[in-house]
């Protein structure tokens, strides 16, 4: 029982423009939603994060867009930069982020110079 | 350095062995997770802890696996009679809940299970 789903598994873009990655969500129970990006051979790291109160939460080149009616949330990075390549996990959680964090499968970016 | 920490990294063991990791979390954090991810897969959650109570345990934890915190810092994930399907990157989280309750987990560099 997949509660978050990222289905894209991979995304390419080109140095400088928008990428955008997608999740979906089942639960309706969350509330709470976190992006983590993941270098290999590292645990994964906290980027950015919104509470289902708001729509949308932006931290630099990094933006976050909540649409709960939709069960969906995106990841957008402008402009993408070669160091943004990485696998990218969409989570979430219940109670204001109380319960457990439940993860995505990931998509993994290349950003292409 | 004060990440969290995860010891072995890399842990060869074969069919039938018991194993048992360790990881520090962050000093002033009171909750820890273990999570498991394998190949193309996103972290699956096994468990957590709030200070030294577990707080709740994943399905995918069957009886072969104990976890402890036993005086709320570290904390051990125990593997008994390791099967083949126990291969995986065992990774730890901790996070400051209740004093600054952002949801965010920090994360180790993960215990990588072989099991032959």
């Known amino acids: 029982d997949q509660q978050v789903k990222q289905n894209s598994p991979s995304l390419s873009v080109q140095e400088g423009r928008i990428s955008i990655l997608n999740c979906d969500y089942t639960?309706?129970?969350?509330?709470?939603f976190l992006w983590y990006k993941k270098y290999p051979a590292e645990g994964p790291t906290f980027l950015i994060s919104?509470?289902?109160?708001?729509d949308k939460n932006e931290d630099g080149r990094f933006t976050v867009f909540l649409n709960k009616s939709a069960k969906h949330l995106s990841l957008h990075i402008v402009p993408s930069q070669p160091g943004d390549s990485a696998v990218y996990f969409c989570?979430?959680?219940?109670?204001?982020?109380?319960?457990?964090?439940?993860f995505g499968t990931g998509t993994k970016l290349q950003v292409i110079p | 350095d004060t990440g969290v920490s995860q010891n072995p990294r890399h842990k060869i063991t074969k069919r039938g062995q018991n194993v048992t990791f360790r990881c520090d979390p962050i000093?002033?954090?009171?909750?820890l997770y273990w999570y498991r991810q394998t190949l193309g897969q996103g972290p699956e959650f096994l468990t957590y802890?709030?200070?030294?109570?577990?707080?709740?345990k994943s399905r995918l934890l069957s009886d072969r696996f104990s976890a402890e915190r036993p005086k709320g810092s570290f904390s051990t994930l125990e593997i008994q009679r390791t099967e083949q399907g126990d291969s995986a990157m065992y990774l730890c989280?901790?996070?400051?809940?209740?004093?600054?309750?952002?949801?965010?987990?920090?994360f180790g560099e993960g215990s990588r299970l072989t099991v032959l």
């Open positions: 989280a901790s996070s400051p809940w209740g004093t600054q309750n952002t949801g965010e987990l920090f």
């Open positions: 639960n309706s129970m969350f509330d709470y």
């Open positions: 919104i509470s289902s109160i708001k």
């Open positions: 989570a979430a959680s219940a109670d204001g982020g109380y319960q457990k964090v439940t």
């Open positions: 000093s002033e954090h009171n909750r």
């Open positions: 802890f709030q200070n030294e109570a577990q707080l709740e």
